[in-house]
């Protein structure tokens, strides 16, 4: 094989890759692109190193007699995954088997589960885990805006911007080849970062390049509704704007009335002058002042709440009082997180979706997606439960007995984690299919060894809303098998209706055709037009004639909405699901580290990776760190109402006082999701990943570690 230009396997940024097959692996590097620009970070760099890993999955694994995972055939391993599946469904109906997908993989597999669940399995249950990502910030735009598309503009487009509001993202550690589109806003002081921690993106508004608004955790409504307060109040808020592109002003003027600054500062402890400051920044770089554009940006920090969608419609409130949206140079976005984030919420994976971004339980989506499967509309089931409920109905009289997990490692990456290890154990059937024994794996019934990034072909939609070509750039080990595969052995095997191609360029142009005429519409595309013309945008739909561009800004003329006007959405603060207390008297706030990619199942075994960023830490300010007696180093325990994290701690003056943070990277006794809330936003489905309240401790022991340390396959396969 030969050099191959593909992108990197990890986060939404999609920074493009060259990898050169060597003997013993292969070789990455940067390519140019316009949103890395030939940058990559240290995990992009690291990438390759996944492919070899020691413990990578090569043969399917089957719990035993002995209780352990013993390697199998992968024809033994189909055969009884579809009788067990075929006898849980006599059993307890079609909705006992669910499905829980991942927003890392590719358009065609994220499509393929979808329609696997749906006409194969006949459940409504399928979910993933962007719910536990982007379905705030999706919810909040499609009442808004009338179409989510995490940046509906693209990323070089804030290089021109005077004034940049990012709240709750810490880019600098996340995407970090994304901090460069920032140098123009920050030359003219205009970075405003909101954090409860001075982050690494918070640093970046040091020395005059900008603001860093430090609100008690949990409290991002009430600072937007300051702003909106000032905007509206002090102005000028766009008036032009709102009256010919907007609708429901009026609400969203009334509420933010009653939240003046000082008010705001009580609350948030962000103080009025800060406040009052930040609004006048960004009205001044508004085109209706004649800047040179603003855009206000939301991240996980925000999002991650019972709050989020409100939350994030007021950041989109902020944005139409000012003007942005469908501006060129200024905007709204949120900045979508998974590798595939965005083309994963496209394509059907989630429990209230189908292909092309249609609502399930639309009659005309569901005629048109039925005609491309060749299947009864009324055989395509409807609503199924959003992640965290799903997760915790498993293994319930009315739950679902069997799951099958593709792409997500939930032991660690969910809420309330224990409680769903006790869900997940309490299943008839677990099958994770995975490339490493990532934690979900280790305690699964049956084990599938699948493909990843460069051993398949494939494409990503970036968060900007590109779709780009994932190429394959070296043989996977043997053993190893296509997911695209898998299904259509499990379909025959279970007599499922429709054609369950394997080749991903065909899969796509199912994809395409079932998308057409949807929100998320790919129809003008195919993997050849996309080699041809690399990085367009949706929608770009099928045409007949010339073909389409692709459709990198959206709103320029209109929103998708039934009156072609963007809504403003009158929300109002009700405060995070659980507050400090008397007996849990400190914020947790949680998030990632530079170094590790989510659950860690991936990064941690990278060799690179591991020695510098080794384990999990509790940052905890010097004040409180002192009140409990705890020294640099020492291991600390956190305690909420859900369960008990150890760690050590790092002692640093970027949080806050009545506040600590811990990153969500590792499992076993530092898994922080031990800890945090599975309270849900009502109209998301997200939980509150960001905020909960904990009583700090030093712990002299740390707690036994999980058994997590059951073989690895080779050691089985020894
Ligand atoms: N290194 C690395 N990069 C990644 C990933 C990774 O795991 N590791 N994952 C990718 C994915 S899937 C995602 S979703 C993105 C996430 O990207 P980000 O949203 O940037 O990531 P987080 O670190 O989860 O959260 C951002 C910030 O929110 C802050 N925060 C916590 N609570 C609050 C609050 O109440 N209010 C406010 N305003 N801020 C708060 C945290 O202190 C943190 O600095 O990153 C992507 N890129
Ligand atoms: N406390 C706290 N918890 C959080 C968050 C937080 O900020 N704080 N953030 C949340 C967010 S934003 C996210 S996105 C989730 C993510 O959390 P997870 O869903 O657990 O994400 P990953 O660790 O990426 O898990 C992906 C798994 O799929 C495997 N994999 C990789 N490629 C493929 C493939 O092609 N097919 C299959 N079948 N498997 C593959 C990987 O090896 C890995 O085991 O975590 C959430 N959890
Ligand atoms: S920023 Fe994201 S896409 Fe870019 S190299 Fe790092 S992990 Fe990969
Ligand atoms: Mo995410």
Known sequence: MTTVATHCPYCALQCAQTLTPEPTGVSVAGRDFPTNRGGLCQKGWTSASVLRAPDRLTTPLVRGASGELEPTSWETALDLVALRLR??????????????????????????????????????????????????????????????????FPLTDLGGAQAVLLLGSNLAETMPPAVSHLAGCRAQGGLVVVDPRVSATAALADNGQGLHLQPVPGTDLVVLLGLLHV??????????????????????????????????????????TLLRETAHLLAAASPSRGGSGAFILTG???????????????????????????????????????????????????????????????????????????????????????????????????????????????????????????????????????????????????????????????????????????????????GARSELWLWRELAERLDAPGTWDTDASLVFDELARASAGGRADYSGLSHDRLDAEPGLYWPCPATGGDPHPGTPRLFVDDFPT????????????????????????????????????????????????????????????????????????????????????????????????????MPFHWGGAASVNRVTNDATDPISGMPEFKVCAVTVARADVALAPEPLALRTATEVLA
């Open 300 to 478: 996980r920090g925000v999002e991650q709440s019972s709050q989020g969608t409100a939350t994030v419609n007021a950041a989109i409130n902020l944005a139409l009082a000012l003007g942005l949206p469908g501006r060129v140079g200024s905007g709204y976005g949120a900045i979508t997180g998974q590798g595939n984030g965005q083309g994963g919420r496209e394509h059907g994976q989630k429990s209230d979706q189908l292909p092309g971004y249609r609502m399930v339980d639309d009659p005309a989506a569901r005629a048109h997606v039925a005609s491309v499967w060749g299947v009864d509309p009324a055989t395509i089931p409807g609503k199924g439960k959003p992640a965290v409920e799903l997760l915790d109905s498993l293994g319930r009289d009315d739950g679902p007995r069997a799951l099958l997990v593709h792409g997500a490692n939930v032991r660690v990456s969910a809420p309330n984690a224990n409680h769903v290890g006790d869900r997940l154990d309490a299943l008839e059937l677990l099958v994770v299919c995975d490339v490493v024994p990532s934690e979900t794996a280790q305690r699964a019934d049956v084990v599938l060894p699948v493909l990843q990034w460069a051993e398949e072909e494939g494409t990503m939609t970036s968060l900007e809303g590109r779709i780009l070509r994932r190429r394959r750039a070296i043989d996977a080990p043997d």
């Open 562 to 661: 039934a009156d072609g006007r963007a809504r403003f959405v009158a929300v109002d603060d009700h405060g995070p699901a659980e507050d400090v207390r008397s007996d849990a008297p400190i914020h947790l706030v949680t998030g990632r580290v530079l170094q590790h990619y989510q659950s860690g199942a991936q990064t941690r075994r990278v060799e690179a990776l591991v020695s510098a960023s080794p384990a999990a830490f509790v940052e905890i300010h010097p004040i409180l760190a002192d009140l409990h007696g705890i020294a640099a180093g020492d291991l600390v325990s956190l305690t909420s109402s859900r369960g008990v994290v150890t760690a050590p701690a790092r002692l640093t003056e970027s949080v806050r006082p009545d506040t600590v943070f």
């Open 231 to 272: 905007t509206f109040a002090e102005g000028p808020a766009d008036t032009a704007y709102i009256a010919s592109r907007t609708t429901g002003v009026d609400d969203v003027r009334r509420l933010a009335a009653a939240w003046w600054p000082e008010r705001v500062e009580q609350v948030a402890g962000v103080p009025a």
């Open 87 to 152: 006898a849980v469904r006599a059993q307890h109906g079609a909705d006992a088997v669910a499905v829980f997908g991942g927003g890392g993989l590719t358009n065609e597999k994220a499509y393929q589960l979808g329609k696997f669940a749906r006409i194969a399995l006949g459940t409504a249950n399928i979910d993933y885990n962007g719910r536990f990502c982007m379905s705030s910030a999706a919810a909040a735009a499609n009442r808004s805006l009338g179409v989510d598309r995490g940046l509906p």
